[in-house]
């Protein structure tokens, strides 16, 4: 007769709390020293001991809430073209600043004829002077000193780049000090010449950044680890890079022929003919710049998200691969992604005027436009990865966000301002460098010709170290931000692609996250 369990007393957990379990016959007997059927293996401890907790920090509290479980294709051979009208719409928009041009052009040689006046030589003159230089060796040395700054650069982002993988935490600590030195710096030399004003501005941005730096002092691991990660990652695919600098060639051909046709649209145009092609101008000018920029980042991120995705499988010429990704397939969704920004970026030009409504128009649109292209790098990285629509990509982004809290991207903020002073310090060693070598080209001339020359290759030498610095620095940003995407989507993933990050990321990532998750 087996006895009545239903009269014992409820526990809340314990042994005694559900009948044991009936023996099924025709089953064998438990061995001894193994669990009978029907039970799950107890921990160490007896039955009594407390469950073993095993925390995943990239889960949070509840996996299923802070997994995206995104299983759309990756990297999709479907070769259809995404948001192709904002494509075509491009050209379009293309060909429309080349008319403009060819008219003014038109216009202009008509208008001007003969107005050229050359000398009897038809040459220039120049009066040299005893201990100068003829035109042609001050021009022949002014070349050489900027092939200099431009070569110093380069070996100074590339010393920089090895440092911030070696030394990624120090170098994070470093931008954080020398960013409120250089608040404190400029706000003291504000006070003492009289503008209180600006040196008030300039206190208060050193006192936020010492605030975000103890804020933030616990989140600053996991930032140094993706930057260590990045840095490896273009170590060992240099070709994203390349292709950075390789930009230059077309937004430089951009910007010569926006500034032609800018020129003899003013000299040539007027009336509401004027102002409208001006206003086209400037929207066309900062829609082709981003699209420019963006199919640079879609481009390192369709890089950095194969690592991530297909290692040990990856392709034989990855960046290429995403290269064409980014001009053919998805760049439909590049454009639509860029032109809401060119259209934020021309309204915010155009709020010009020293009146209160202009000044806080300006404001308005800046902040819009600097969370809009905050939002576009993560967009685009959804867009290098599955080959989405904007639209598409921009509702997984928001997803993302939604999961995760701004406050968990905040090591954009580290990084961002890591990769900042970066372009400085490699401006500053360039440029002082630089202003050395502009003395010694030109050590014929007398004291105060020197110390002009000192003070233009000083110029631009920071011009040129920090330029190439950036373009270093924005392969780091679109790193970041695709790590970032694929860490929080798929943190598993990484445990086969690199075992030690893989470590790094879920010891510092659990950290920072503990209170935003309650871990």
């Known amino acids: 007769m087996q006895p009545d369990y239903s009269k014992l007393p409820p526990q809340d957990g314990g042994y005694y709390a559900q009948p044991p379990p009936q023996a099924v016959y025709g089953q064998p007997p438990p061995v001894y020293g193994q669990p009978a059927q029907g039970y799950q293996q107890q921990p160490e401890g007896g039955y009594y001991a407390e ?22 294709e990756k ?12 494509m075509i719409a491009f050209y379009v928009h293309i060909a429309v600043v080349l008319v403009l041009f060819i008219v003014a052009f038109a216009k202009k040689a008509k208008s001007d ?14 009066e040299n002077g005893s201990g100068r230089l003829s035109i042609a060796d001050e021009q022949a040395r002014t070349i050489g000193g900027l092939v200099i700054c431009v070569v110093l650069g380069a070996v100074f982002t590339i010393g920089w780049t090895f440092l911030l993988r070696k030394y990624s935490s120090l170098i994070v600590y ?13 706000a003291i030399i504000y006070f003492s010449t009289g503008v209180v004003f600006l040196g008030v501005v300039f206190l208060v941005m050193g006192l936020i950044n010492a605030l975000i730096l103890f804020l933030a002092r616990h989140k600053i691991e996991f930032a140094t680890h993706v930057l260590k990660c990045v840095a490896e990652l273009i170590d060992s695919y240099p070709a994203t890079v390349f292709l950075a600098f390789l930009s230059i060639i077309p937004m430089m051909l951009w910007q010569m022929l926006f500034v032609a046709t800018f020129i003899m649209c003013v000299a040539k145009f007027s009336g509401f003919m ?8 400037i929207f066309s000018y900062y829609w082709t710049c981003q699209v420019i920029k963006n199919c640079v980042h879609v481009t390192t991120a369709g890089v950095f998200a194969s690592w991530y995705f297909l290692s040990p499988n990856m392709p034989s010429s990855p960046t290429l691969e995403s290269f064409k990704r980014s001009v053919t397939t998805s760049f439909g969704s590049v454009c639509l992604g860029s032109l809401i920004v060119a259209l934020v970026k ?3 030009a155009l709020s010009t005027g020293s009146n209160p ?7 308005i649109f800046a902040i819009v436009d600097r969370l809009l292209q905050y939002f576009n790098r993560y967009a685009f990285a959804q867009v290098a990865i599955y080959g989405k629509t904007f639209c598409q990509s921009a509702r997984a982004t928001w997803d993302m966000f939604a999961n995760y809290g701004f406050d968990a991207v905040i090591n954009d903020d580290i990084t961002g301002l890591v990769l900042n002073m970066s372009c400085v310090v490699c401006g500053l060693a360039t ?5 050395v070598f502009g003395i010694a080209l030109f050590h014929e001339y007398s004291h105060e010709e020197k110390l002009g020359f000192f003070y233009v290759f000083a110029f631009l030498g920071f011009f040129i170290g920090f330029t190439i610095c950036l373009l270093t620095m924005e392969v780091f940003d679109s790193g970041v931000a695709t790590i970032f995407v694929c860490f929080v989507e798929q943190p598993e993933r990484l445990r086969e692609t690199s075992p030690h990050f893989y470590h790094k990321f879920q010891e510092s990532f659990g950290s920072r996250c503990g209170t935003l998750f309650n871990v």
């Open 51 to 72: 469950p073993q907790q095993h925390t995943d920090y990239s889960l949070g509290k509840d996996p299923s809430a802070s997994l995206l479980h995104n299983t759309d």
């Open 75 to 86: 990297f999709p051979t479907d070769k259809s073209y995404r948001d192709l009208h904002f």
């Open 113 to 126: 004829g003969s107005n050229n006046v050359t000398d009897a030589n038809g040459s220039y003159s120049s």
């Open 174 to 186: 470093f931008s954080f000090i020398g960013g409120i030195a250089l608040y404190i710096i400029a």
């Open 274 to 281: 004027q102002g409208i092609s001006l206003v086209y101008l």
């Open 346 to 348: 021309t309204m915010k």
């Open 357 to 363: 409504c202009a000044c806080v128009f300006r404001i």
């Open 431 to 435: 440029g002082s460098l630089g202003g």
